[in-house]
């Protein structure tokens, strides 16, 4: 007997994309984890990974008082104004309309969550209908996230037509697509589920690690897989598509490893916030933090930071 | 997967790794404390030669002089094989656990100072600081270790025989490795009950040197371990004394023939550890990514002055152009430069006349035919450095694919089947290592069988542990340093 449909859609995909070592993906990363950045370099990664910020709440007790300090966090991070205000706030689409009045004129853009997420088990219709009231709303970017039931089933084509509806509602505003990497559970399928969504994206739209909401985020292991893929993709295509790690990336040193990943991966033209996001929210702080012991020579205590951003 | 048309983009997309974000200097400033003088370490003190020369250790890097190292001759060596053979008597006559606990200091010590030693390495041999920092130096502190163990546990190791040291053994270790290839030397002769006369070899002396101030620490007896400095001319003293019970060499197979042919007709043993031009043999189902970074890492750790390194990469043809495309991005951001700055991927090669050999070869390999790809890489105005190599198109009957270049360059052939990779691969004087990288089990075991080397690495390179045995087939020599069989090489058994 032949292979199901679904176990073979699932070795052609995974042929087609190629296989992913696990324990040579952890070595490679391994050696970002000892790259010594000092000096210069290091203020000028701790400046742009706040730029690259995606500053995130979403919980369900958000109010429009905690979306109003997210959002003048986001815009002045700091007092010191040669810091630059972060690249985006990430919310759920019922506070985008007070988010986007919050950043009124300051170039940092809203980010909606859409797509019934974190889980995404709801009607299609429900969930292109979501997206469509967050652009409405004036979401310049939408963060959905894939039909991870699917995937794992082997629907593949059913995944990515998803996919493609989504960018459809999003209009202008670009799309971030959200792979929930530890349920995917292996290198390979995320290696494959970047290739699908890539598939159906435009320039400038991003793939994303994770929600935030299960108990494995953005690793360094993951972030390569993906950046690879994105890599892989950009060669073969010419199509560049943006990297958004999120969850799990709470201090500046582990921020910069990543960016030293998409340097020594991507390269130079991937250090900007236009193709490389950080999902994060404690994040911020410890960046700042770093930059004023960069800038004094000692560290500063924690309440000299606005904890805007912080969930309580 | 839907299938898009590719843009006019497609054509002209290239990754760009400039200089947007350039990393400051990161030098390493542990105090390696140098002596301006090293002396010869026999019967447990530092003395003079007696031969009353001396020779220079310079830093490869920057060409400048670290430290005076005595000249050892005949008298001095015959001297350190006395103070061996003085020492052996009682040395044997302790209890494996009382040599075990010499060891465990001797690891623990090393272990202290491991920054030091590791900042010491580097300078004298031109290798990366995280290469001796997180490789040598605690590999080395890991052979003290795994040998300490057994040394109380010496009637297990050969089931229903029993083991005796041998006596005074001689060893000479290269200059790639110069601490990691003398614990690998020391540690099981010292855990079995024997002594020891070792000559480094002359460009990296002084971590040995340094290392005869930890086994003063440790309290090693007397005469237990003797350093003898010096070149050839010493290392061919050493191995051809009367009085070596045994003998070890690690480094050329033209000096390993040189000193078989000097013993032959003796009853003194011998483990050589000699060449190799090992096949990294890269099957279309590998996971590509991480075989390109096996391949770096087989290839340029240690700027390719590893005698087990995968000089020869033998790919699937159906993936050869996307492994090359591959490599050459890879390699492009390896960091060439300054040994002691932490971020350094190539440092130093080892000295001006591997240098010039590797300069040579790889003169061999244009006239010939071969295409060379080396990434813009700015080097170092002074000290010896040579960029990351690439040759494509190479075949069997090139020189730079039948000759150990020990440096930065690696070979970069093809096959069609498994067989004509076998064959391949198996098609040299040498056999210490092969890399396979697929992602099929079966195959890695038809390879390991088929495969004429000492180790094989499946979908990994140049990964070692002290409980495994490491050693080769061939022109490449014979006994095992590492686990139970390389302790084997330093017992009679009866």
Redesign the interface.
Same mark, same amino acid.
Do not use: H, S, Y
């Given at each position: 007997m032949l292979p199901s449909k679904s176990h073979a859609a699932h070795a052609r995909l995974l042929d087609e994309v190629g296989a992913v070592d696990q324990v040579g993906v952890e070595e490679r990363v391994a050696k970002f984890t000892t790259r010594s950045i000092k000096k210069a370099a290091k203020v000028w990664g701790l400046r742009m990974a706040v730029s690259m910020t995606d500053l995130t709440t979403l919980e369900g007790k958000d109010t429009p008082g905690k979306i109003d300090s997210l959002c003048r966090k986001a815009v002045r991070p700091h007092d010191d104004p040669s810091v630059p205000s972060v690249a985006a706030v990430c919310v759920y689409p019922s506070m985008v309309r007070r988010a986007k009045a919050g950043v009124a004129g300051s170039g940092v853009k809203v980010a909606s969550v859409a797509t019934a997420f974190p889980s995404g088990q709801t009607h299609q219709r429900t969930r292109l209908a979501e997206v469509r009231g967050a652009v409405a709303d004036g979401a310049d970017e939408i963060d959905m996230v894939i039909n991870r039931g699917a995937f794992l089933s082997g629907e593949f084509s059913r995944v990515q037509d998803e996919i493609a509806e989504v960018v459809e509602a999003c209009g202008a505003a670009a799309l971030k697509v959200i792979l929930e990497v530890s349920e995917l559970e292996t290198f390979d399928n995320i290696r494959a589920a970047s290739f699908l969504a890539m598939g159906v994206l435009r320039p400038g739209d991003f793939i994303k690690t994770s929600t935030g909401k299960t108990t494995l985020n953005a690793t360094l292991g993951n972030n390569q897989v993906m950046i690879e893929a994105i890599r892989d993709f950009y060669l073969d295509t010419g199509i560049a598509i943006g990297m958004k790690p999120a969850g799990g990336i709470k201090t500046a040193k582990q921020s910069l490893q990543f960016l030293i990943a998409v340097k020594e991966t991507l390269g130079d033209a991937w250090l900007t916030r236009k193709r490389y996001r950080f999902g994060a929210s404690s994040l911020l702080n410890d960046l700042l933090r770093q930059l004023e012991k960069e800038r004094t020579g000692a560290y500063q205590a924690p309440y000299y930071f606005s904890e805007a951003a912080e969930s309580y | 997967?839907?299938?898009?048309k !590719?843009?006019?983009?497609?054509?002209?997309?290239?990754?760009?790794?400039?200089?947007?974000?350039?990393?400051?200097?990161?030098p390493e400033t542990a105090d390696p404390k140098l002596k301006a003088r090293y002396d010869l370490f026999i019967g447990g003190k530092f003395v003079r030669p007696r031969s009353g020369r001396t020779f220079d250790s310079i830093n490869p890097a920057n060409e400048r002089k670290l430290a005076e190292i005595a000249l050892a001759g005949a008298a001095d060596v015959n001297a350190a094989y006395a103070a061996g053979a003085k020492a052996f008597g009682p040395w044997s006559a302790l209890s494996g656990r009382e040599r075990g606990k010499y060891l465990f200091r001797i690891a623990r010590l090393l272990q202290d100072r491991a920054r030091e030693f590791a900042v010491a390495e580097t300078m004298d041999g031109g290798k990366p600081i !995280?290469e001796s920092r997180?490789f040598d130096v605690p590999m080395a502190a890991a052979h003290f270790f795994y040998h300490a163990g057994w040394a109380d546990k010496l009637e297990y190791v050969a089931p229903g025989r029993s083991v005796a040291p041998l006596g005074v053994v001689g060893q000479v270790i290269p200059w790639n490795f110069p601490l990691l290839m003398l614990a690998w030397k020391l540690a099981p002769a010292l855990a079995m009950g024997n002594c020891v006369v070792l000559k480094p070899a002359e460009t990296t002396s002084i971590t040995a040197l340094k290392l005869a101030e930890i086994l003063q620490d440790a309290g090693l007896p007397d005469g237990v371990v003797n350093f003898v400095t010096g070149a050839g001319e010493t290392g061919a003293l050493v191995m051809g004394h009367p009085s070596a019970a045994k003998v070890a060499f690690t480094g050329s197979t033209e000096v390993g023939k040189a000193i078989m042919r000097q013993l032959a007709g003796t009853d003194r043993r011998m483990t050589m550890e000699l060449g190799g031009k090992a096949a990294n043999i890269v099957f279309d189902?590998?996971?590509?990514?991480?075989?390109v970074?096996?391949i770096v890492?087989g290839i340029f750790f240690n700027q390719g002055h590893v005698c087990c390194a995968g000089s020869r990469l033998l790919v699937h043809e159906p993936v050869a152009d996307q492994v090359i495309?591959k490599l050459k991005a890879r390699i492009r951001?390896l960091r060439v430069g300054d040994p002691l700055d !932490?971020?350094t991927d190539l440092g130093a090669i080892n000295s001006a006349a591997q240098l010039a050999t590797i300069r040579r070869l790889v003169a061999a390999g244009v006239s010939e035919g071969a295409v060379k790809y080396q990434p813009p890489c700015i080097l170092p105005e002074k000290g010896f450095y040579f960029p990351p190599t690439l040759f494509t198109g190479v075949t069997q009957s090139h020189r730079i694919a039948r000759e150990e270049i020990f440096g930065p360059v690696l070979s970069i052939l093809t096959f069609r089947t498994v067989d004509e990779a076998v064959e391949k691969a198996n098609n040299t004087p040498y056999g210490l290592s092969a890399g396979v990288w697929t992602?099929k089990g079966s195959r890695i075991l038809r390879m390991s069988t088929e495969l004429k080397a000492g180790v094989v690495w499946a979908?990994?390179f140049n990964r070692f542990d002290p409980s495994s045995p490491f050693g080769g087939y061939k022109e490449s020599g014979f006994g095992r340093e590492g686990g139970r069989q390389g302790l084997l090489d330093y017992a009679k058994l009866t």
């Open positions: - | 997967m839907a299938t898009r !590719k843009q006019p983009a497609a054509r002209r997309a290239g990754l760009i790794f400039g200089d947007l974000w350039e990393f400051d200097p990161a !995280k997180d189902d590998a996971p590509i990514d991480q075989a970074e096996g890492n495309a951001v !932490k971020n992602d979908n990994t």
